[in-house]
């Protein structure tokens, strides 16, 4: 199989981006409205309630003027959450013992798959509001690859982009899948099960 090594120094092969297998034992997959209002919980509360409200007070001398604001704002948040469930279209991450796949992010393309030699360390943070499994690689390149994946075609505004980077300085990591649907201290121990050797995980069933 050929194989590169890129800018970052990562090597590489053609199959390093790949479909999540529906068979593996461990498998992340969340219903697109529960993802959609899990992300996007906290900035209704910080963000579009806020907002609503002042303009409400602004606009109190007409009902009119003031139903017209609302339904910005509330049209304005249904499509922010819209545009956060069209990432849960497929499964979030999958493992095996021999490797883990997932999608950075949980954007819409093809996962990334790491053999789990490759794998430095998983954990469990929470970023704004949500539990994320945060994946650091051994080799660095991996975390650069994903940021440029992540923006590579999309148009980002800047508060966006400013988003994007604060979370990754808050995890440590680009490598990062939203935890909806499961727990995430058994998510990182069934990941952790198949990280370990065949008789470890044997021994731990």
């Not at 606009?59 to 948040?77: D, E, K, P, Q």
């Amino acid at each position: 199989m050929a194989s590169s090594t890129d800018r970052h120094g990562t090597r590489h092969t053609s199959s390093l981006y790949v479909r999540i297998p529906d068979d593996l034992p461990v498998l992340l997959c969340s219903g697109r409205l529960a993802y959609g209002l899990r992300l996007t919980h906290r900035k209704l509360l910080t963000v579009h309630l806020p907002i609503a409200a002042v303009l409400s007070l602004i606009a109190i001398r007409s009902w009119r003027v003031t139903i017209v604001v609302l339904a910005v704002v509330a049209l304005h948040y249904v499509l922010t959450c819209l545009d956060a469930a069209g990432r849960a279209g497929s499964p979030l991450l999958g493992a095996d013992n021999r490797g883990l796949f997932l999608r950075p992010n949980g954007i819409l393309r093809p996962a990334l798959h790491l053999p789990w030699p490759e794998v430095k360390e998983l954990a469990v943070r929470r970023s704004g509001g949500v539990w994320m499994l945060c994946v650091t690689p051994r080799n660095p390149g991996e975390v650069q690859r994903a940021q440029e994946r992540e923006t590579a075609g999309r148009f980002y505004g800047f508060w966006r982009i400013v988003g994007y980077q604060r979370t990754v300085r808050r995890l440590g990591t680009s490598l990062f899948v939203p935890i909806v649907g499961a727990d995430p201290d058994r998510l990182l121990a069934d990941l952790n099960v198949q990280r370990q050797p065949s008789s470890r995980r044997a021994a731990w069933s």
